[in-house]
């Protein structure tokens, strides 16, 4: 897929929509399209992430294992929504298996070469900056569910 299609593809996506076309295009260079077919694991828990998702369709579940009650739902992810920031931080595993619920069509992002990339400045900057805010909003989102999860029961 040729680098515009995957920055326009990107630019519909909340993460991107205001990143200057410059950065866009430098994000761009190590996207492609992929698809998934219900029920396929895209990434599992533990293993190295060379990669994140930005998802154009589809609905993506996340899940924790716990090695004695097998998965443990954590999210559910769609349309517009980034899925994966492990390969931001060392060592680059995967925190959760993602598995594709409804067919998925994603932009993949090459996460190896885009960490290279990132040693420019205004790239770097402005991507974690963009991923810390997804760490917020899913820490947040966590925070409620356990909230909502240890609430007395009305009577």
Do not use: C, N
Not at 125 to 138: D, G, K, Q
């Amino acid at each position: 897929m040729k680098v515009e299609a995957v920055a326009g593809l990107l630019r519909t996506a909340p993460l991107f929509a205001d990143l200057d076309d410059a950065l866009l295009t430098a994000v761009a260079r190590y996207g492609d399209e992929a698809r998934f077919a219900a029920g396929t694991v895209m990434a599992r828990q533990d293993t190295f992430a060379d990669r994140f998702f930005v998802v154009r369709s589809g609905e993506v579940a996340l899940a924790e294992h716990d090695g004695e009650h097998g998965p443990i739902y954590v999210e559910s992810l769609g349309p517009g929504d980034v899925v994966g920031w492990s390969w931001l931080i060392p060592p680059y595993r995967w925190h959760f298996d993602v598995r594709a619920v409804q067919p998925v069509h994603a932009i993949a992002i090459e996460a190896e070469a885009l960490r290279v990339a990132m040693s420019d400045e205004h790239l770097g900057y402005a991507l974690m900056r963009r991923f810390s805010r997804v760490l917020l909003e899913r820490l947040q989102a966590t925070r409620r569910r356990l909230l909502e999860a240890h609430e007395p029961a009305a009577h």
